[in-house]
């Protein structure tokens, strides 16, 4: 890109979210875009998750886009291998390659308030553009928590979405931190491998039996040659979802039917009592993201493997120390913990028209309009924003219920005319804001008695859409123009984007914090 490049809009990240965005913009009649990214492909959570047994727990003709129906998917549930390549062959045949920008990661978003536009900064030079539309996702930034001696760890360390194939675990003292959706596929998928894997389980998932199977060859034919068998396998698979979402939302005392068979389903592949209650849980099913696995529990049980009932607590050069005193020897470490989901690095380098970035602006728990818009950051919006995750369904159905807001946010800009931008009034969000938690208070994520990833750390649901999918998309359908004010470019000059602000200040202090962060962040890495 060049120095003064302007764009109508400026998409930051190639995952579903990002990729979503572009066809919809291409679809709406808009060429003028560019996707930021900062990898050297596309593919988001699904380029960068690539350890042994990576799959998605979504049902194949569920997890992919209504627009881009798929009928060559080899599994019901499929691997990362074949989700990646399926977005491949969406950027190709949609024509996206143009617009990326490869290798772009954003530095820093400014907004210019003389101009009504993104000043935004990058690896590869500076842009501007009259729209941001923020795909970077929750899952994009791996999580590792500061354990005391891990430095000196004289062994190899990594995280699941990091994954060194360079290095080999055959014969390994292995340790595997975290019992999340990363680390059931992990553990099963190098248990024959390893001389010794041990699982640091903080908290036991409700894990139940994965229907999974190829799918035939006669099925793929005939949902090349009859489409129509495509989109209604996909809205099977989607109305049963919906039918179970009360159950999670208003009738959380109705999953313990779901309890017993996932009691059941341990049972079977567990023989031994005293695993069998280092595994069961003491919350809710559904607290939780329920986990989806045939062989988690029978790799437990073979004799190469330990099962700590407690974290990670301290590193003593090779020696791994629990929470209630176990210590173990290692040669390698994975951490299976998470990503930075209620506390997105991104937002460390969005500054609005107050001076103040985004991550302070969330200070008090993330929050925007209908998921998308957050207050005194005009012409910004977020796919997969707060609370518009799912405990239950596909998020690909949410991401194109967010791409129908953003159409009709900049068909709305069209008819308003001139240069002109959207700031949704805090009112506004606050209102969106109190509807949702007040919804939640009686779903299964807050009442199921478990700590989980869905909670900020004041204990808010800043995550989780406390209803349906249906519900959502009529929530998004259109935007409301009192929910936001209005704001026109003023008459004079156009001042050239740069390092000061409208006003001949410098560069906020916020701003610069955002610099500050966004160096140590590389520094670090």
Same mark, same amino acid.
Request: aromatic residues 8%.
């Given at each position: 890109?060049?120095?003064?490049?302007?764009?109508?809009?400026?998409?930051?990240?190639?995952?579903?979210?990002?990729?979503?965005?572009?066809?919809?913009?291409?679809?709406?009649?808009?060429?003028?875009?560019?996707?930021?990214?900062?990898?050297?492909?596309?593919?988001?959570?699904?380029?960068?998750?690539?350890?042994?047994?990576?799959?998605?727990?979504?049902?194949?003709?569920?997890?992919?886009?209504?627009?881009?129906?798929?009928?060559?998917?080899?599994?019901?549930?499929?691997?990362?291998?074949?989700?990646? =390549?399926?977005?491949?062959?969406?950027?190709?045949?949609?024509?996206?390659?143009?617009?990326?920008?490869?290798?772009?990661?954003?530095?820093?978003?400014?907004?210019?308030?003389?101009?009504?536009?993104?000043?935004?900064?990058?690896?590869?030079?500076?842009?501007?553009?009259?729209?941001?539309?923020? =795909?970077?996702?929750?899952?994009?930034?791996?999580?590792?928590?500061?354990?005391?001696?891990?430095?000196?760890?004289?062994?190899?360390?990594?995280?699941?979405?990091?994954?060194?194939?360079?290095?080999?675990?055959?014969?390994?003292?292995?340790?595997?931190?975290?019992?999340?959706?990363?680390?059931?596929?992990?553990?099963?998928?190098?248990?024959?491998?390893?001389?010794?894997?041990?699982?640091?389980?903080?908290?036991?998932?409700?894990?139940?039996?994965?229907?999974?199977?190829?799918?035939?060859?006669?099925?793929?034919?005939?949902?090349?040659?009859?489409?129509?068998?495509?989109?209604?396998?996909?809205?099977?698979?989607?109305?049963?979802? !919906?039918?179970?979402?009360?159950?999670?939302?208003?009738?959380?005392?109705?999953?313990?039917?779901? !309890?017993?068979?996932?009691?059941?389903?341990?049972?079977?592949?567990?023989?031994?009592?005293?695993?069998?209650?280092?595994?069961?849980?003491?919350?809710?099913?559904?607290?939780?993201?329920?986990?989806?696995?045939?062989?988690?529990?029978?790799?437990?049980?073979?004799?190469?493997?330990?099962?700590?009932?407690?974290?990670?607590?301290?590193?003593?050069?090779?020696?791994?120390?629990?929470?209630?005193?176990?210590?173990?020897? =290692?040669? =390698?470490?994975?951490?299976?913990?998470?990503?930075?989901?209620?506390?997105?690095?991104?937002?460390?380098?969005?500054?609005?028209?107050?001076?103040?970035?985004?991550?302070?602006?969330?200070?008090?728990?993330?929050?925007?309009?209908?998921?998308?818009?957050?207050?005194?950051?005009?012409?910004?919006?977020?796919?997969?924003?707060?609370?518009?995750?799912?405990?239950?369904?596909?998020?690909?159905?949410?991401?194109?219920?967010?791409?129908?807001?953003?159409?009709?946010?900049?068909?709305?800009?069209?008819?308003?005319?001139?240069?002109?931008?959207?700031?949704?009034?805090?009112?506004?969000?606050?209102?969106?804001?109190?509807?949702?938690?007040?919804?939640?208070?009686?779903?299964?994520?807050?009442?199921?008695?478990?700590?989980?990833?869905?909670?900020?750390?004041?204990?808010?649901?800043?995550?989780?859409?406390?209803?349906?999918?249906? !519900?959502?998309?009529?929530?998004?359908?259109?935007?409301?123009?009192?929910?936001?004010?209005?704001?026109?470019?003023?008459?004079?000059?156009?001042?050239?984007?740069?390092?000061?602000?409208?006003?001949?200040?410098?560069?906020?202090?916020?701003?610069?914090?955002?610099?500050?962060?966004?160096?140590?962040?590389?520094?670090?890495?």
């Amino acid at each position: 890109m060049t120095e003064h490049e302007h764009v109508r809009v400026a998409v930051i990240g190639s995952g579903f979210g990002g990729l979503g965005a572009a066809v919809r913009l291409r679809r709406e009649g808009i060429t003028d875009f560019v996707v930021l990214e900062r990898a050297d492909e596309v593919g988001g959570t699904w380029r960068d998750n690539s350890y042994p047994g990576c799959a998605c727990d979504v049902p194949s003709h569920l997890y992919s886009f209504s627009f881009a129906p798929n009928p060559e998917w080899p599994r019901t549930f499929s691997g990362q291998q074949h989700i990646r =390549a399926y977005l491949e062959h969406v950027t190709d045949l949609f024509g996206l390659r143009p617009h990326l920008r490869l290798g772009s990661e954003v530095e820093l978003m400014t907004w210019d308030a003389e101009n009504l536009r993104w000043v935004i900064e990058t690896a590869r030079g500076t842009l501007t553009a009259d729209v941001v539309v923020s =795909a970077t996702g929750p899952l994009s930034d791996p999580k590792i928590p500061d354990i005391p001696g891990l430095g000196s760890f004289p062994g190899k360390v990594f995280h699941s979405a990091r994954w060194d194939h360079d290095y080999d675990l055959r014969g390994k003292r292995v340790a595997m931190v975290g019992t999340g959706a990363s680390a059931i596929q992990i553990v099963p998928a190098v248990q024959p491998q390893v001389g010794r894997l041990t699982l640091f389980q903080r908290t036991p998932p409700w894990v139940m039996p994965r229907l999974d199977r190829p799918i035939t060859g006669a099925e793929r034919l005939l949902h090349r040659t009859v489409p129509f068998t495509t989109q209604l396998r996909r809205g099977v698979l989607w109305g049963i979802r !919906e039918l179970q979402v009360q159950a999670f939302t208003k009738h959380p005392e109705e999953l313990g039917l779901v !309890e017993r068979l996932a009691r059941r389903n341990m049972a079977r592949a567990v023989k031994d009592p005293a695993l069998r209650a280092k595994l069961t849980p003491d919350y809710r099913i559904g607290c939780k993201r329920i986990l989806l696995s045939n062989t988690y529990y029978p790799a437990l049980a073979r004799p190469n493997v330990d099962v700590v009932a407690s974290g990670l607590a301290e590193v003593r050069g090779s020696t791994l120390v629990a929470t209630d005193g176990t210590e173990t020897e =290692a040669d =390698a470490i994975v951490f299976g913990t998470g990503f930075h989901v209620t506390d997105m690095p991104i937002a460390e380098r969005v500054v609005g028209a107050d001076g103040v970035t985004l991550a302070e602006s969330w200070k008090g728990g993330m929050q925007a309009l209908r998921g998308a818009a957050a207050a005194g950051f005009p012409n910004w919006m977020t796919i997969i924003g707060p609370n518009t995750g799912l405990g239950n369904s596909s998020m690909i159905l949410m991401i194109e219920s967010q791409l129908n807001y953003m159409a009709d946010y900049l068909r709305q800009l069209d008819v308003l005319g001139g240069r002109t931008a959207l700031d949704a009034r805090p009112a506004a969000v606050d209102a969106w804001n109190d509807k949702v938690q007040e919804r939640m208070k009686r779903t299964v994520w807050n009442t199921g008695g478990c700590t989980s990833w869905y909670l900020d750390p004041s204990g808010r649901n800043t995550t989780i859409w406390p209803g349906t999918t249906t !519900e959502f998309r009529r929530a998004t359908r259109r935007v409301d123009l009192a929910e936001y004010e209005v704001l026109r470019k003023p008459a004079g000059e156009r001042r050239p984007a740069g390092e000061r602000r409208p006003d001949g200040k410098q560069r906020p202090a916020s701003a610069q914090k955002a610099r500050t962060a966004t160096e140590k962040s590389e520094s670090a890495a």
